[in-house]
């Protein structure tokens, strides 16, 4: 069981790796202000697509799954702060 358990893991982490779960984190987080004033719910899209933006000019590229996964985060906000 314990093998089964560190190749899910590791499988997971293959997939999701560290960088896009802090991409889906910060847009989610900053999302979540949505709750103070609904307009600032969009603030985690907005940080997604001004960094994308600065890695397109710094360092020449977009860098798709970072946009997904922070378009995610800012959805998953977006539908908890309709719910709330």
Do not use: Y
Not at 9 to 25: A, E, K, Y
Not at 31 to 39: A, Y
Not at 74 to 79: K, L
């Amino acid at each position: 069981m314990k093998d089964l358990t560190i190749k899910f893991s590791q499988t997971i982490v293959g997939w999701f790796r560290f960088d896009l779960q802090l991409h889906m984190l910060w847009s989610f987080l900053f999302s979540m202000f949505g709750l103070i004033w609904f307009p600032l719910v969009f603030t985690g899209l907005i940080a997604t697509v001004i960094k994308e933006l600065f890695d397109l000019w710094i360092k020449g590229h977009w860098s798709w799954d970072d946009f997904v996964f922070g378009v995610i985060g800012n959805m998953m906000a977006f539908s908890f702060v309709i719910v709330c």
